[in-house]
């Protein structure tokens, strides 16, 4: 595991869907106002490819996109929940819905506002959080 990083578990609310993903204990979570993340009420945590397994539940999810069609909305189709899915901004890695997470091993969650809303004006404060080396992957 790379240094400073530990092992969060999280997945959808019926537990069909279950993940591992390495961050920080630290998160900076992004809350964006974007349509669909604002009335999901999902909070980004993106990270690489390489920090993310999915451990069950691939059968249950059904992805649904929109607008572009690049990014890649994950959705367990028992219970509903987006716990992961593949942002337009990163779609080399993964964004995690830190509300999906266990509480063990998170010391603490600080909330970015991201204006999801003008997107494309904003992106570039996105695009370099799925590379492993950024010190913005937490």
Known sequence: MDDGLVKHVGGCHCG??????QAP??????????SICSKSG????????????????????TTYTFNTGVAKHRFCKVCGV????????NPDGYSINVRCL?????????????????WENHMQELVHRSKVDSKHTD
Not at 16 to 21: L, T
Not at 49 to 57: A, D, P, T, W
């Open 42 to 61: 999902f909070l980004h945590l993106i990270v690489p490819k390489s920090r993310f397994v999915l451990i069950q539940g691939d059968e249950v999810l």
């Open 16 to 21: 069909r869907v279950k993940f591992e993903v």
């Open 102 to 118: 266990e509480s063990a091993g998170i010391s603490s969650i600080r909330i970015k506002p991201f204006d999801g809303k003008n």
């Open 25 to 34: 204990a630290d998160i900076e979570a992004i809350e964006c106002n974007c």
């Open 82 to 89: 987006k716990s992961f899915y593949i942002p337009r901004s």
